[in-house]
Nanobody, 117 residues
């Protein structure tokens, strides 16, 4: 199983980025896809997830600003992030699991997002 994140980079405060997670080696449509982030010095935390059936969950800090989606035909999950602030600087990781909440089964290697003026 491979999960490969892309789309990270540098963005100004207030800006937007869309992250992608391309999956292979699994029956993509059967898995929940979850986005996590890890800020240096802090524990990894869930950002948003989308279930196999399309239900979504968001961390409180992501509600109203971030949007998670998936394209089963492309075996790709997305995380659109709007109104990014300095607190959004982190490594962002894609994961696949049975449910949105709980321990994921597979992880990507992450992509870095830096919010800087």
């Amino acid at each position: 199983v491979q999960l490969v994140e892309s789309g990270g980079g540098s963005v100004r405060p207030g800006g937007s980025l869309t992250l992608s997670c391309a999956a292979s080696g699994l029956v993509f449509e059967n898995y929940a896809m979850i986005w996590y982030r890890q800020i240096p010095g802090k524990q990894r935390e869930m950002v948003a997830g989308i279930g196999a059936g399309g239900t979504t969950e968001y961390a409180d800090f992501a509600k109203g600003r971030f949007s998670v989606s998936r394209d089963n035909a492309k075996e790709t999950a997305y995380l659109q992030m709007n109104s990014l602030n300095y607190g959004g600087s982190a490594g962002y990781y894609c994961a696949a699991g049975v449910f949105i909440i709980g321990r994921p089964l597979f992880w990507g290697k992450g992509t870095q997002v830096t919010v800087s003026s």
